[in-house]
């Protein structure tokens, strides 16, 4: 990237002992000032003159200012530089217009010594969108002496060679090579992906001596080069400030000589290719195409930026966009600052204004919406990297360990630089309205409310409530409306008195309605939605769609989680837990998850988890643990089911001390299937699991509820694999063992639902002889009918 304030530079301003004025000392120019003239192929109709302050800070003066400051001295009194200026100028300046100037203007800008003789302090204006935490690695003669040799390489008949080598190259590794072998190897080799790693972050480096060595090809000086953070990315830069020295096309050629070396380096990694065979080395080729394609976005600070704003002649794009907003207001048209510009030129920055200015406020947006998903997919990534780098150096594996480092660096970075924009747009715009008021307190006061409102609505959006902070799943499709509906849920399904959309089954063959002939339908909508905890709310439930019937109610006893899914990029999440004590009974209480979706790039997960302490005899024990998933016109969408369950006999009670444990852990469990949106699926199993290993053991140590045998049994079959399970088809039930049932899914359901049944019982007395165990009907299954 082409930075334009760069470092600090040689000053212009003469040494020689100044003589006082009767006033006090003749006016100098601050030390590091360079005069850098008057900016070649403007687009500005009367070219501005650039100045440099000694802190890197490039500024532009009107002809005027520029004329007073090229003859200020250090030797001259106000009267002289006033004749000087006048012959540079070509209009007549007095003595009083060099005061003026002086003091209204050129020592406010920091290029004039202070009355007294004392140097200025001067601040750099800090743009948002700018490079932040600056390091300067090379000073500018340190920077000329390494870039000198790269400037040969910009000689017309090289350039030309090397693009077409490029091109061959891209077409080659994209259209006939492919870079499925690449990926691979890369991802199979820890060592191949570290050096392809260190190459793409080297290259961002070599892209830097391209803008230096096409400064020094044109006779412009660079100068410092070094690094810091740019957005939320680390980023390398080079002070190519002289370049405005050149003409329009000495600048293009610097802004492009970064790209140009991009290619000259995917040129030498073909070589490289060629030489060694490893093809994790193609993955460079395509880390520069897209590390070109970003620097040629004209959006913010990359090159294509800078070739856009050398090409129109105006420096500083960003600056232009307020004075652009004013000027397409109709009674603005005829004022000086919107004409300041060429036609031409006020045409197309004109039209970067309107696509940027919009582009940016929906990134804004959409960077403060997703922020919370993008949080917690950071921070459960992070956790699953920091393990396997945790292991990785365990066992000795650096290059390992030294990968998966790198990829929580990478999760990091975004949630770090997302913060630090937010942070930075509050504190300027709470010191741009406090400056702007400042002697006004009704102005001021009422700027300070509006802050508040703005702060209360940003925390409002990031405040964590529901399942804001749910990481991001990879069947979502993360559209803006989908961005949207995380603040401001949409309705879906149908409702009474309002007009939907819904997924309807149709009979094949028959023609199907049309606005011009359309079909009678009934819906069935129920009064109100079943919550967790059984009671019936007034919102509307989604409209049963599915071609078998819908789950009865569970009973007195029972257990059941429902989640159904109708709406297109949602997820539905239902989470039922039980926990039930049975004493000198029978045991016949029902454990159910069923997931059920019809719609598109959406998700329905139900997890059931139910555990039954059977105190003293027990006549009958027949627990039944459910679980059916079922996708019905359905595209990109996924359905989990999990149904666990877990039977314990005891002697007797449990004591206080075991009582108090076993409330404990189970507000443990509370908790977890509160939070459930953010545990990956994979590892629901593995907790619930774990959950029931607690339990056991609880039980196991209590001297009043001993169990004579406390092994945790599955019954037959379990399910225990969630990847493997899948749910019967409609109309159809799962044989008792747990065998899915034979059949087609019905139309539209694809086989990507996943329903495990899991149910383990651990007898303290042996249970009656009753035969109750073939009758146990454990596993995956659909209810029959529909």
Known sequence: MTVIPGGASDSAGLTAPREPAAQGLLPARAEGVELIGEMKGSGYREPPALVRRADGQTLQLTRLLYAVL???DGQSTEARIAERASARFGRLITAGNVASLIDAQLRPLGLLELADGSQPEVKRSSPLLSLRFKYAVTDAAKTRR???????????????????????????????????????DAFANPVLLLLVVAVTVLSAGFHEFGHAAAARYGGATPGVMGAGLYLFWPAFYTDVTDSYRLGRAGRVRTDLGGLYFNALLTVVIAGAWLATGWDALLLVVLTQILQMLRQLTPL?????????????GVPDLFQRIKPTLLGLLPWRWGSADAKILKPWARAVVSLWVLIVVPMLLCSFVMMVLTLPRVIATAWVSIGRREAAVAESWTHGDLAGGAAGALLILAAALPILGTALILFRMIRQGAAALWRRTEGRPLRRASAVVAAVAVIAVLAAMLWPNGDKYRPIQSYERGTIIDAVGSVAPLSSGLQEGRQGRVAAVWPQGSAHPTADKPELAMVLAP?????????TSGAHAPAWVFPFDKPLPPGAGDNQALAVNTKDGSIVYDVALALVWVEDGSALNTNEAYAFASCKDCGAVAVGFQVILIAGQADV?????LSAAANYNCASCLTYALASQLVLTLDGPLSPAGTEQLTKLWNEIRAFGANIQNVPLSDIQARL?????????????DPSAHPAASTAVPSPGTSTEPAGATSAPAGSAAPADGTPA?????????????????????PATPVPAEPTAPATPVGTATPAGG
């Open 527 to 535: 009064r109100g939605t079943r919550t967790r905890d059984g009671v």
């Open 146 to 184: 390494l870039t000198d040799p790269f400037a040969r390489l910009f000689h017309p008949v090289v350039v030309v060679t090397v693009l077409a080598v490029f091109a061959l190259v891209c077409w080659w590794v994209l259209t006939q090579k492919g870079l499925a072998s690449a990926t691979h």
């Open 689 to 701: 699991s774990a959950f029931k290993a607690q339990i056991l053991q609880i039980i196991e140590h």
């Open 300 to 312: 913010v600070r990359f090159d294509g930026y800078h070739v856009l704003a050398d090409v129109t």
């Open 70 to 72: 090229s003859e200020i």
């Open 621 to 625: 024990v027949v627990p039944q643990n």
């Open 742 to 762: 034979p059949g087609t899914p019905a139309a539209g359901m694809p086989a990507t639902e996943q329903a495990p049944a899991e149910q383990a019982t651990a």
